[in-house]
């Protein structure tokens, strides 16, 4: 069964750093790009940024460009989005998804909570 | 960026009756090379994450229940629940996969009348 265990959401404060983090199991998480996708409170899904299968490509929405970052560590099945520079306009709950071919989304995991405000 | 408009925001239909939701797009996204509309529609219950339903605009994900289908091609794309039942009552979205970014439409509410 595929699975995708999300950590590391939590209130922080506008310009703070977090750190989101992704674990895999049942499937061969090295062949398979990944994405991060957020939804601010009651409004609509943004895709946010995807990795390639060895982390040799990265892409990222424009809003997000230079803060974030999306790492991958095959050996621990783990994605991860370092989150810099926060800003209120980040408030999301932050999903990683298993991202098919760099198509569509297959597998999400349960969404976390960040919570940008003084 | 592609934009995707959904229509109606949110809809009301009786159990067993039909229920549609239309999805336009700012641009083709009907590759030609190899005739595939790069499209996917998903479904979200309040407190979870979306699920897939449906990708190549009309391919239906493993698991999912035939009442659901897609429709269209080019710009124009349509969701089809046949039969409304209880456990449909959901936000639904289309999302592109044409290009990058990647978007999705607001979503439309699914609600029993």
């Known amino acids: 069964e595929v699975q995708l265990v999300q950590s590391g959401g939590g209130l922080v404060q506008p310009g703070g750093s977090l750190r989101l983090s992704c674990a895999a199991s049942?499937?061969?998480?090295?062949?398979?790009?990944m994405s991060w996708v957020r939804q601010a409170p009651g409004k609509g899904l943004e895709w946010v940024a995807n990795?390639?299968?060895?982390?040799?490509?990265?892409n990222y929405v424009d809003s997000v460009k230079g803060r974030f970052t999306i790492s991958r560590d095959n050996a621990k099945n783990s994605l991860y989005l370092q989150m810099n520079r926060l800003r209120v306009e980040d408030t999301a709950v932050y999903y990683c998804?298993?991202?098919?071919?760099?198509?569509?989304?297959?597998?999400w995991g349960q969404g976390t909570l960040v919570p940008v405000s003084s | 960026d592609i934009v995707l408009t959904q229509s109606p925001d949110s809809l009301a239909v009786s159990l067993g009756e039909r229920a549609t939701i239309s999805c336009k797009s700012s641009?083709?996204?009907?590759?030609?090379?190899?005739?595939?509309?790069?499209l996917a529609w998903y479904k979200q219950k309040p407190g979870q994450p979306p699920k897939l339903l449906i990708y190549?605009?009309?391919t239906r994900e493993s698991g999912v229940p035939d009442r659901f289908s897609g429709s269209g091609s080019g710009t124009d794309f349509t969701l089809t629940i046949s039969s409304l039942q209880a456990e449909d009552v959901a936000v639904y979205y289309c999302?592109?996969?044409?290009?990058?970014?990647?978007?999705f439409g607001q979503g439309t509410k699914v609600e029993i009348k």
């Open positions: 998804a298993r991202d098919v071919e760099y198509n569509y989304f297959d597998y």
């Open positions: 049942g499937f061969t998480f090295s062949t398979y790009w």
């Open positions: 999302q592109h996969y044409y290009n990058t970014p990647r978007t």
């Open positions: 990795i390639k299968q060895d982390g040799s490509e990265k």
């Open positions: 641009q083709n996204i009907l590759y030609s090379s190899n005739n595939k509309n790069y």
């Open positions: 190549w605009a009309s």
